[in-house]
């Protein structure tokens, strides 16, 4: 089946840490997207690609980073410069053209020991 | 600025009776305009994507609708069910700086 794989389901976070929070999709989508979603907002994204080796930075990318060295995959790192990292992380994809709708994978939630 | 807005913030309705979710936003020069459902604990679940040309998008019991121009859309959903229970959101895919920007959702609860 297609579809997007975000793993792990539940993470844990120590003090100082960086963790990697992992993406991957068999649709063939140029497009990928990482959110955050907190209690009662709405998502926020943090950073989109629309193509392999790009991307772009979204209205909160302080305190994290992502690379995209192949098309399948967007893993979203969360560096100890975040000091606000709980919370709910959702990774989305898009075909190429304007109405082609956003699929989201089942999310990481990131909790802090 | 852009905006997304949805009201009521969280809705209960006895099983059987047909609802509206209400989906509002600022600035009508979109692409498209997106209803998700979402879980508690899980990702977004892509349900109806009505594009700026359309006027409404169905799928079996839901039906939206898109008025471009008021800055609005509308979820119907027909003969409700307690397994409707869940959070709907819109997103609207914005002309300007291609943005999609969420709203925080409608929290809907079916009583069995």
């Known amino acids: 089946d297609g579809g997007i794989t975000q793993s792990p389901k539940y993470l844990f976070r120590k003090e100082g840490q960086n963790v990697t929070l992992s993406c991957e999709q068999n649709?063939?989508?140029?497009?990928m997207y990482w959110y955050r979603q907190d209690p009662g907002q709405g998502l926020r994204l943090i950073y989109y690609?629309?193509?392999?080796?790009?991307?772009q930075k979204g209205d909160i990318a302080e305190g994290y980073s992502v690379s995209r060295e192949k098309k399948e995959s967007f893993p979203l790192t969360v560096t100890s410069a975040q000091k606000n990292p709980t919370a709910f992380y959702l990774c989305a994809s898009r075909d190429r053209g304007p109405n082609q709708p956003q699929h989201f994978g089942d999310g990481t939630r990131l909790s802090i020991l | 600025k852009q905006e997304v807005t949805q009201i009521p913030a969280a809705l209960s309705v006895p099983e059987g009776e047909n609802l509206v979710l209400n989906c509002s936003f600022t600035d009508s020069a979109i692409y498209n305009l997106q209803w998700f459902r979402q879980d508690p604990g899980k990702g977004l679940t892509s349900l109806l994507l009505?594009?700026?040309?359309?006027r409404e998008q169905t799928s079996g019991r839901l039906n939206a609708s898109l008025d471009k121009s008021s800055g609005r859309s509308t979820l119907y959903i027909a003969a409700s069910q307690p397994g409707d229970s869940a959070t709907y959101l819109c997103?609207?895919?914005?002309?300007?700086?291609?943005?999609?920007?969420f709203g925080k959702g409608t929290r809907l609860h079916i009583l069995p």
């Open positions: 009505i594009q700026s040309s359309q």
């Open positions: 997103a609207v895919r914005f002309h300007r700086d291609d943005k999609i920007i």
């Open positions: 649709l063939n989508h140029d497009a």
């Open positions: 690609s629309q193509i392999v080796n790009d991307f």
